[in-house]
């Protein structure tokens, strides 16, 4: 209890959810065996983190953000940038770790100062500005960032798939650095994951839903909004910015289609919103869903274009298009921010009883 | 306190000059760092015209903004809309096109940008029904189910037209540049203006002049008020908002054009660019809009000809300046 901040999912169906999701992320490299399934499960963990680190500032906050994916960007290109760099060492990582929190640091307090004194709304629109600026940035300072190709580089010794830390397999699975670094991944975003769950639940986290629910109300107690407003903008920088540099790590690759994309931003947003703003373990599931749906929901949609083609009707096979599956998303997207605002979270939690808040 | 005087005239308001001769200003300060006069007069020129297209496309977003407080994500699906409608014109009727007539191409010209502009208004009115009208007055659900609509929206366009570019080209009248001494202007950018110009003037006439306008800006000023006094102030910002859709996707369909091709890209990046736009301009307000694309435009050409790299945020520190110096942009709408 004290580890989950007090803050444990709640309801019996959310419960077992949230459990299936954790344990079958904890053990993926043995249920799952393959690449293609251990891929998937590490992205799942990633975006748990960044999800989650978003849902602070959208669920919580109440604050819109386009920047999300670029402090993401940032978190991804300082590790990818200072191992190609300065070669496969541990100190390489930790310095681009470190330089790149203190960027995402710096430009989460200039967004936020400069942009949340003047109307909320204008944040979104900054952000969304600023966030373009930053990825053409990126894909045009090609000497330093390897431009659209992005660049590939070495992870120290210990991760890398070669490195045998057994001689024989465990439960049936290589005991290879690839095994470790999946494991760091989840023990990372678990770790910060209980850190955003603690953040958010402390006397801090009230006064941002405070702030959330009634801006003037708060004010008139005397919190100081921009101030609470531009540490969650921080907060959630960092998340975001661990997160890319683990991502960057798992893939030993970083490049502006898997960094800085606005198709992840959007996909952040979705996954947000599907499971349950205003609760981390929304993150949890809809991170979840969002990865599985997109490894294996285009499957299921290349059979139905099949079908409706075969079938000789118009317009639907290209409807069904397996690479249109983010059209159904969206659909999924608007019918939750119309009917489930609360998503698969708020559909799940049973209503809260007396003496509850 | 004086006596209410009923026979004055209401007092006028004034308008201030100085954040509209900032482009002017802009391009006094550039012209010595360009050198050249040929070189200068061309990227003005570009730069008007640019402007030109991006006022054509944000002033409909800055008036849906200012009457109704809905930021429209989704304004730049329209803008991609509007492109692939004109395909739709241009391609079939490459032939009148490719003549020299200026007639025919003028001809194919209109009806491509009317197309465009019809469809998009038609769009704009389903989409301001089933994704907007829900959620009316609560931000956040507004962002977001705008953000969804957009994702359907160019989803459904890439169903339709499929991932790939259309190329598109200016028909032949309109393609090479008038020579001026050394500079050339092309003449597609002086139609481009020109259309921008029409826009403008057509948007201050209606705005100004007529009851519609009268009652659009009160919309703005105070909506509580206009529907106090019994007017449907829904049934208006429908129209504006088709207004506003059928704008963008005209100014779609002339960026493609300048561009010779279509994709579905061209949305995300101009919705950028249009939301640099009504905030440097003030939300709410067409005029401050209309000169903050021009100034937008100017910086970055000259900023592209001047430091390339520079250009690529230009923007960006163009909208952080003009907010040190009027947090509300060049003429804010009083009430917001």
Redesign the interface.
């Known amino acids: 209890m004290t580890l989950l901040s007090g803050d444990p999912s709640r309801g019996r169906a959310l419960q077992i959810l949230v459990t299936l999701v954790v344990i079958a992320l904890v053990f993926a490299p043995f249920l799952f065996p393959g690449a293609k399934a251990m891929n998937t499960a590490a992205k799942t963990c990633v975006m748990i983190l960044l999800v989650a680190s978003y849902d602070v500032l959208l669920g919580y906050a109440g604050i819109v953000s386009f920047a999300h994916v670029m402090f993401f960007g940032v978190g991804a290109y300082g590790v990818g940038l200072a191992l190609y760099g300065l070669g496969a060492g541990w100190g390489a990582l930790f310095a681009g770790l470190g330089l790149a929190i203190l960027l995402s640091l710096a430009l989460a307090l200039a967004i936020g100062l400069f942009s949340l004194r003047v109307q909320s709304i204008f944040f979104a629109m900054v952000t969304l500005a600023v966030a373009y600026a930053f990825n053409v940035l990126a894909s045009q300072l090609s000497a330093f960032t390897g431009g659209e190709d992005g660049r590939s580089f070495k992870v120290p010794a210990v991760l890398q798939p070669g490195f045998r830390w057994l001689d024989h397999p465990l439960f049936g699975v290589q005991a290879n650095g690839k095994l470790l670094s999946y494991y760091l991944v989840v023990f990372v975003v678990a770790a910060a994951f209980l850190v955003l769950l603690r953040i958010v639940n402390s006397p801090f986290g009230r006064v941002l839903q405070a702030i959330r629910e009634n801006p003037f109300r708060a004010e008139a107690l005397g919190y100081r909004i921009v101030f609470h407003r531009t540490i969650a903008t921080c907060v959630s920088a960092l998340g975001a910015t661990l997160a890319g540099g683990l991502s960057a790590l798992w893939l030993r690759y970083v490049g502006p289609d898997t960094a800085l994309s606005f198709s992840i931003q959007v996909d952040v947003l979705v996954m947000v919103v599907v499971g349950g703003m205003g609760s981390l373990w929304g993150a949890v599931l809809g991170a979840a869903l969002f990865v599985v749906a997109e490894s294996y929901l285009q499957d299921g949609m290349g059979a139905l274009a099949g079908l409706a083609a075969n079938a000789g009707l118009p317009l639907l096979p290209a409807l069904f298009d397996p690479h249109r599956w983010l059209l159904w998303l969206g659909l999924a997207f608007v019918l939750a921010v119309y009917f489930a605002p609360l998503g698969i979270v708020g559909a799940l939690t049973p209503p809260e009883g007396k003496g509850r808040r | 306190m004086s006596v209410l005087d009923v026979g004055a005239a209401l007092p006028r308001h004034r308008m201030e000059i100085l954040p509209a001769l900032t482009p002017v200003l802009v391009a006094v300060v550039a012209a010595p760092f360009v050198g050249s006069a040929s070189t200068f007069l061309t990227l003005t020129a570009a730069g008007i015209a640019m402007g030109m297209m991006i006022f054509t496309m944000a002033s409909g977003l800055t008036l849906v903004f200012g009457m109704m407080d809905v930021?429209n994500f989704g304004h730049g699906a329209f803008i991609a809309l509007g492109a692939y409608v004109a395909t739709l014109v241009l391609l079939p009727l490459a032939s009148w096109s490719a003549t020299d007539s200026i007639l025919l191409n003028l001809a194919v010209l209109t009806l491509a940008g009317v197309a465009a502009g019809l469809v998009c208004g038609l769009m704009g009115w389903l989409f301001e029904r089933l994704?907007v009208k829900?959620?009316y007055g609560q931000?956040?659900?507004q962002?977001?189910?705008t953000?969804?609509?957009s994702?359907?929206a160019e989803?459904?366009i890439?169903?339709?037209w499929g991932?790939d570019q259309i190329p598109v080209s200016i028909p032949a009248a309109f393609q090479g540049s008038f020579v001026i001494g050394e500079a050339a202007v092309e003449k597609y950018r002086l139609l481009a203006t020109l259309v921008g110009l029409v826009v403008f003037a057509g948007e201050m006439l209606v705005l100004n002049r007529t009851k519609i306008g009268l009652l659009i800006r009160a919309g703005v000023e105070n909506r509580e008020m206009v529907e106090a006094l019994g007017y449907r102030i829904d049934r208006l910002f429908v129209a504006v908002f088709m207004a506003g859709s059928a704008l963008a996707g005209l100014g779609g369909a002339m960026m493609a054009l300048y561009r010779g091709q279509v994709h579905a890209t061209i949305g995300?990046?101009f919705?950028?660019l249009c939301?640099?736009v009504i905030?440097i301009g003030g939300l709410g307000s067409v005029g401050g809009s209309f000169v903050a694309s021009i100034l937008v435009a100017l910086i970055a050409n000259y900023a592209g000809f001047l430091a390339p790299?520079l250009a690529?945020?230009s923007?960006?520190l163009a909208?952080?300046v003009v907010?040190l110096w009027r947090?509300?942009g060049l003429y804010p709408v009083s009430g917001r």
């Open positions: 930021l994704i829900p959620v931000h956040l659900r962002i977001l189910a953000i969804g609509g994702i359907i989803q459904l890439y169903a339709v991932p995300a990046e919705l950028v939301f640099i905030i790299k690529l945020v923007n960006i909208m952080v907010l947090p509300r």
